[in-house]
């Protein structure tokens, strides 16, 4: 199956979702469509993490995607849930503002309140638009991906390094490139390629042609 879409937004909770979940697939659309990843929370308000937004933008900038096209906002980490009416509306206005032609949010797998909220309102929000959910692995519980890309190795080399960018983090056992690696191999194994990124289908539009 070939994949169509000139404008594709990446939505995530808290810096180093969207790397986590989508690197790889980022790292190879970077020269095919007009990438723009947003990011909720810029988890400032807690001083041990007073590094992550210049680690954020390192970190994207590593896969290729500009400053102008990353999108930080300061909703406040662990409320979401409280600012669900906010967040609907500020989807709404990102829709009309980017009109997407595809949307990756969190897997409806995840646990965490962050994650599943920005799921719920960005499928109320982004109506008519296929939206895929990504895995973010510290969070999530019996995710089974069902849309599987194919990556390359420089792909996922540069997920990698992405994800190194982000010192803050460097203890997590996530972030292990081990880790990252083995789950781009399974995905890989699933359809019959070296290696794929998993993703949850939440919405698919489109035609047959």
């Given at each position: 199956?070939?994949?169509?879409?000139?404008?594709?937004?990446?939505?995530?909770?808290?810096?180093?979702?969207?790397?986590?979940?989508?690197?790889?697939?980022?790292?190879?659309?970077?020269?095919?469509?007009?990438?723009?990843?947003?990011?909720?929370?810029?988890?400032?308000?807690?001083?041990?993490?007073?590094?992550?937004?210049?680690?954020?933008?390192?970190?994207?900038?590593?896969?290729?995607?500009?400053?102008?096209?990353?999108?930080?906002?300061?909703?406040?980490?662990?409320?979401?849930?409280?600012?669900?009416?906010?967040?609907?509306?500020?989807?709404?206005?990102?829709?009309?503002?980017?009109?997407?032609?595809?949307?990756?949010?969190?897997t409806?797998?995840?646990?965490?309140?962050?994650h599943?909220?920005?799921?719920?309102?960005?499928?109320?929000?982004?109506?008519?638009?296929?939206?895929?959910g990504?895995?973010?692995?510290?969070?999530?519980?019996?995710?089974?991906?069902?849309?599987?890309?194919?990556?390359?190795?420089?792909?996922?080399?540069?997920?990698?390094a992405?994800?190194?960018?982000?010192?803050?983090?460097?203890?997590?056992?996530?972030?292990?490139?081990?880790?990252?690696?083995?789950?781009?191999?399974?995905?890989?194994?699933?359809?019959?390629?070296?290696?794929?990124?998993?993703?949850?289908?939440?919405?698919?539009?489109?035609?047959?042609?």
């Amino acid at each position: 199956m070939n994949f169509y879409g000139n404008k594709i937004c990446f939505i995530g909770a808290h810096p180093d979702d969207i790397e986590l979940g989508c690197g790889a697939l980022i790292a190879s659309l970077k020269d095919k469509a007009k990438i723009t990843c947003v990011t909720l929370s810029d988890n400032q308000k807690n001083p041990s993490l007073n590094n992550l937004v210049n680690e954020h933008h390192a970190s994207m900038n590593m896969l290729g995607v500009p400053d102008g096209n990353v999108i930080l906002e300061a909703f406040e980490t662990r409320c979401f849930p409280a600012q669900r009416q906010d967040i609907l509306e500020y989807f709404i206005k990102l829709n009309k503002s980017l009109n997407p032609d595809v949307v990756f949010v969190h897997t409806r797998a995840d646990l965490h309140q962050d994650h599943n909220t920005v799921t719920e309102e960005a499928l109320r929000a982004f109506r008519g638009i296929s939206v895929l959910g990504f895995d973010v692995i510290r969070s999530s519980y019996g995710f089974f991906p069902n849309i599987l890309v194919q990556v390359t190795e420089e792909d996922v080399k540069q997920k990698i390094a992405a994800l190194a960018k982000y010192t803050t983090y460097a203890d997590k056992y996530y972030f292990n490139p081990e880790v990252t690696c083995a789950t781009l191999i399974r995905n890989g194994a699933l359809c019959e390629k070296q290696y794929a990124e998993g993703f949850e289908t939440l919405r698919i539009t489109g035609t047959f042609q």
